[in-house]
């Protein structure tokens, strides 16, 4: 069974490239998080709460939890680490805030850094994995082994903190062989979510001078779609939720010119649940030449996912059985995963 992932409320606190050792070849964050500059004073931290504490839906909404993204926490300065995170304690203290996140390196937690997250109440450290094949991590630049996501995870477990990992497919080196190993490898470390990144490039980048150069290929979003697929239904069978797919979208980042290429898609992760859910639903629907006209009928809120983007999913099911979907009739009776049709 699946670990639960409650819905929070998330305040982010993006401190981009703060504390990375070197430049990855993939990464601008700045780009991506949509930032000129680093909010990570302890003023622009207060008032990134106070304004979200000021918004109407945070009353009502439970969970709610500030979260350091970007950079590499753990390798700032222990005197910085303190000054943010004693800048959200109060509100830790008053309950207005129920925990902390934070992203960080697999080679950044000495035992000192995690005696301060356990001090400030740290629930959950994501890990800027990417890939658990060495080859791949040398590759880009990572500067860190699978060796020491092992070490990281076990030590952060041994803290009680939850543990999120974060993997790239698409990185050079990659396949969808290795990346499949990456992923069986994630399962055995048992870690509480995950999140797939697939790899884009962006302006500014080394990857980006690196596909100029015709040096490195990105992958296809087809192909991308089946591999986040097969990763997904891999990960969760585990009970290891997959909590997003693909980069959140961004004004500066759907800017012109800077995704150079890559499988960038605007709702990637409805992409790879619509074709798990289509591949679940599958034994339930007529073979092919079985009917020329049916009438789907499925639970209501997994209608969305029957039907895909832009209906791809309905013609996908019209491909492989040989029928027109006439329609799909909302019916709560259906088990959750299953469609029943009526042949016309």
Known sequence: MSKRVGKRLIIPIFIPHQGCPHRCIFCQQKTIANLSENLSAPDDIRNTIELAISSKRFVNQKGKEVAFYGGTFTSLPAAFMIRMLG???PYVEKGIIQ???????????SEDKLDILETFGVSTVE???????DKV???SNRGHTSRDTIHAVNSLKERGLRVGIQLMPGLPGDSQEVFMDTVDRVVGLNPDMARLYP????????????????????MRIKDTVNLCKEACMRLEASGIPVIRIGLMSSPSLLRKGEIIAGPWHP???????????LE???????????AKHIILRAPKGEIPLIMGYKRSGMR?????????????VPDDSIPSGEVAFKIL
């Open 137 to 139: 991590l040398r590759l």
């Open 316 to 328: 996908h099911i019209e491909t492989i059985t040989g029928a027109m979907i006439k329609d799909i």
């Open 99 to 109: 925990s902390i996140r934070l992203s960080t390196r697999p080679d950044s937690l």
């Open 280 to 290: 679940r639903v599958r034994p339930y629907l007529p073979p092919m030449g079985e």
């Open 127 to 133: 890990l800027g994995v990417q890939s658990m094949n």
């Open 267 to 277: 709702s990637l992760g409805f992409l790879v649940r619509s074709a798990i859910h």
């Open 87 to 89: 800048s959200v304690r």
């Open 199 to 218: 790899t884009l490039v962006i302006k500014g980048t080394k990857l980006a001078q690196w596909y100029k150069e015709g040096k490195y290929t990105p």
